[in-house]
């Protein structure tokens, strides 16, 4: 299959194929998705193909406002569903509802409740609203590659896969959206993202709890190996510069061809493959995945990444991708760890 970049103005091809039952690469702001009307079973069946996707892993479903949200639900409208897509609708907040009949078993991982998201991104808007169905999509990277947020990383994954990708320039957020189930009481964040967990709580006015060993509830896809480059990724999760800098030095005799991401400071001390870090953790999200495969093509032996872990908005999203990436986390040693942390 020839793969066909369009650009945002010329949407009319993507429309077309959309309502054929065909898949289609876009833009969202928070990373690149693959995507089908979701109403369609053997529609969506593609979407698994071209991924090389697990079957019971399921699909997010993308849709213009409550009212689409209401069009996939079954039963009256939970309360705290009306109140965090008033408040985070359109944006990077999906909601786990139950489903009714519209959304076919496979899009949901056969399980009886459904992804849905309304997307800012207005060409994803633009989308569904010329399909008129609501889209299923989940991100548009072969499955267990890093999440594309540059139409060339959709390009690398899927070209000749499939019929259509369409620029929408680099992704604003970076990492995929929010998570949280509200088929449970009280509410699950299946995965962190950009709108934070103090976000939702106190738009809520009720705890919401993160999944642990302790709660059987987890996102399916969440069992999988994802978000990693090809080389190992090592994390120097510390504050302390020379501790840094020692970890630096020993990880680079170790492993001749490193390849680093850090904050710009960094670059003195490494003559290798080099990835600046910005200087917020909104910065981080955005430029994780971007860095990974940039860096995973110059072939190095290890990717090291400098990033301080904090819990604060997106930083609890941005330490989950870099945890389930991370083959090694090496966090600060000696009697400076009771100090600082
Ligand atoms: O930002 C995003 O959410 C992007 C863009 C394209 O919208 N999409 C995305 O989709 O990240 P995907 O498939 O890569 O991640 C969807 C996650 C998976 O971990 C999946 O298991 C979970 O959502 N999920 C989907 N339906 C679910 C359900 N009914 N119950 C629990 N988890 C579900
Ligand atoms: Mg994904």
């Not at 890093?146 to 929408?168: A, C, E, F």
């Not at 061809?257 to 600046?276: C, D, E, I, Y």
């Not at 910065?283 to 971007?290: G, I, Y």
Request: net charge neutral.
């Amino acid at each position: 299959m020839i793969t066909e970049i369009l650009r945002g103005d010329n949407l009319s091809p993507a429309i077309d194929a959309l309502k054929k039952g065909e898949v289609v690469a876009f833009p969202t702001e928070t990373v690149y998705g693959l995507g089908a009307d979701a109403t369609n079973s053997r529609a969506c069946q593609k979407i698994f193909e071209a991924k090389g996707r697990p079957s019971d892993n399921p699909l997010i479903v993308h849709v213009l406002d409550i009212k689409g949200l209401e069009s996939v639900l079954a039963g009256s409208m939970p309360k705290a569903a009306a109140v965090l897509t008033e408040k985070f609708w359109p944006g990077p907040l999906t909601v786990i509802v139950p489903s009714n009949d519209t959304i076919p078993p496979l899009v949901r991982g056969f399980m009886p409740t459904v992804a849905v998201r309304s997307p800012s991104h207005l060409i994803a808007r633009a989308l569904i609203a010329a399909v008129n169905r609501p889209l299923a999509a989940p991100s548009a990277n072969r499955s267990g590659r890093p999440s594309p947020t540059r139409v060339k990383d959709v390009w690398q994954d899927l070209h000749g896969r499939i019929p259509y990708i369409i620029d929408g320039g680099d992704s604003l957020v970076g990492l995929e959206s929010t998570i949280v189930d509200l088929s449970v009481v009280p509410p699950l964040l299946l995965r962190p993202g950009f709108i934070g967990l103090e976000m939702l709580e106190s738009a809520l006015g009720e705890r919401v709890l993160i999944p642990g060993a302790e709660t059987p509830h987890k996102a399916p896809g969440m069992k999988y190996r994802h978000y990693a480059p090809r080389a190992p990724v090592i994390w120097i999760n510390m504050r302390e510069d020379h501790h840094i800098e020692r970890a630096i030095v020993r990880l680079q005799k170790k492993f001749p061809n490193m390849a680093l991401m850090a904050p710009g400071k960094w670059q003195r001390m490494h003559s290798g493959s080099f990835v600046t870090l910005g200087d917020t953790t909104e910065d981080m999200a955005r430029q994780l995945f971007s860095g990974f495969r940039e860096l995973d093509q110059r072939k190095p032996d290890a990717i090291v990444v400098v990033w301080e872990e904090n819990d604060r908005g997106v930083g609890l999203a941005v330490a989950n991708r870099l945890g389930k990436a991370a083959a090694l986390e090496v966090k600060e040693e000696g009697p400076e760890k009771q100090v600082t942390e």
